[in-house]
């Protein structure tokens, strides 16, 4: 029998009391890994880097790191909105990036700038609309519809392109885009940054922001509530894709050129982002603001590897482990909290 204290209640056996002692240590750590641990590894990795790596703490070198998470980033602060939503991640970002990059080239080059951005929101828009119906209104697997959307994009682009490289004007307003600073800054990190905070004031501070979060965390509740839930799900896409055309607008800037191939790998890159800062792969939990912390401690560990001289296979399986750590991490927190 178990033993009863002077009050009345019992008490646990040694043993029982030990496990239960190592089941809580493993929740608070959990926790704690999947809420700050962020800001430690982040920390630790510049720190790391800033001591060991020749060349990393130079204004230059610093400077290109963030310009060049700008395009990635922007991606990855849209899908936020995805993955809080509860449906994983949108593997169309690949096929609306390249898009957009070539779309806002070759109509810029052909009818103008303005023009060519108001195609590209178009395009945009067809894109979330489509993926949140499929997945909102027609309940389809996520990866399985933006899977889909992907190959249907890519294939129709690549086939009404034939591949070609689309080449910018060398004077025109997407090569300055590209080239011009704000002091030490690039107006793409500047673009980034304010991406950044605008997205999150919508995911904090709206409505549309707190259903989105809700339906990630139960969508029963959610629907009983009275929510226009599918309606909630297509904006979720509509906001990805939106990040979507704006990163291929940057990375169009860069080079001042475009290609169907161009965005291969941003979906992941952007997912990895997402996870390692802390957003729940399983919705519900996570913010933009985290995003941007996993997006700087991707792109300065794959700056560290460039700096080492570690080739492109290498920093592909590094982001991989990175996955399937803060997933792993991410699951354990989960099950230790239903526990």
């Not at 307003?173 to 800054?185: D, S």
């Not at 919705?283 to 700056?303: A, E, I, K, P, W």
């Amino acid at each position: 029998m178990t033993p009863k204290t002077a009050s009345g209640t019992r008490t646990l056996p040694p043993a029982a009391q030990v496990e239960q002692e190592l089941e809580t240590r493993a929740f608070k750590l959990s926790e704690w890994m999947a809420q700050q641990g962020i800001f430690l590894f982040t920390a630790v990795l510049v720190l790391f880097a800033v001591v060991f790596i020749d060349g990393f703490a130079s204004l230059p070198n610093l400077t290109d790191v963030f310009n060049r998470a700008a395009p990635i980033g922007i991606v990855a602060a849209g899908m936020t909105f995805v993955v809080i939503s509860g449906n994983y991640l949108d593997l169309s970002v690949v096929a609306q990036v390249a898009t957009a990059a070539v779309v806002l080239i070759a109509v810029t080059n052909a009818v103008g700038l303005v023009p060519a951005i108001l195609f590209a929101i178009a395009i945009a828009l067809v894109y979330g609309i489509v993926n949140g119906i499929a997945v909102g209104v027609f309940k389809a697997n996520a990866v399985i519809v933006t899977l889909s959307t992907t190959f249907i994009g890519l294939g129709l682009l690549r086939w009404l392109t034939g591949g070609s490289i689309y080449f910018g004007e060398s004077d025109g307003p997407i090569r300055t885009f590209g080239t011009t600073r704000i002091g030490p800054l690039p107006l793409a990190m500047i673009l980034f940054i304010v991406v950044t905070v605008l997205l999150s004031l919508v995911l904090t501070r709206t409505n549309f922001g707190f259903m989105v979060r809700a339906y990630g965390s139960n969508r029963e509740a959610t629907r009983l509530a009275g929510v226009n839930t599918p309606l909630v799900v297509i904006g979720a896409f509509t906001m990805s894709a939106l990040g979507a055309m704006l990163g291929g607008f940057v990375l169009a800037a860069f080079s001042n050129t475009a290609v169907s191939s161009m965005s291969d790998g941003y979906d992941f890159r952007a997912l990895a982002a997402i996870i390692v800062g802390g957003t729940s792969v399983f919705g519900g939990r996570g913010s933009v603001m985290r995003t941007l912390l996993g997006v700087v401690f991707v792109s300065v560990l794959t700056n560290i590897m460039v700096l080492s001289g570690l080739g492109f296979g290498f920093q592909q399986m590094a982001i991989g482990l990175l996955i399937v750590l803060a997933v792993s991490v991410d699951a354990l927190a989960r099950k230790t909290r239903a526990a």
